[in-house]
């Protein structure tokens, strides 16, 4: 059973950056080959993909996210990484660490404000 747990500050003010970190188990970050991925839901809107890191290291990202967002893993602890900078608070939302598109964290409040 794949388990997914997101962790990180559930309040950023503006212009700070976002750092948020899953934590995976059931399954290693470099086996398969799939990919692990952040998604958010920002309030009353549909979910936003945000990025993915695959089993071999290769990263990417959304075209509208990419200029702000940096995603990284730690193999040795099994767990990947989201930041996120400048953010407004166009940027709250539940954001969601999936793995293989199937597998799904709780989620994550993260609120924008100052």
């Known amino acids: 059973q794949v388990q997914l747990q997101e962790s990180g500050p559930g309040l950023v003010q503006p212009s700070q950056t976002l750092s948020l970190t899953c934590t995976v188990s059931g399954d290693s970050l470099t086996a398969n080959g799939y990919g692990w991925s952040w998604i958010r839901q920002p309030p009353g809107k549909g979910l936003e993909w945000i990025g993915v890191i695959t089993w071999d290291g290769r990263i990417g990202y959304s075209p509208s996210l990419e200029s702000r967002t940096s995603i990284s893993r730690d193999t040795s602890k099994n767990q990947f990484s989201l930041q996120l900078s400048s953010v407004t608070p166009e940027d709250t939302a539940v954001y969601y660490c999936?793995?293989?598109?199937?597998?799904w964290g709780q989620g994550t409040q993260v609120t924008v404000a100052a």
């Open positions: 999936v793995g293989y598109l199937t597998y």
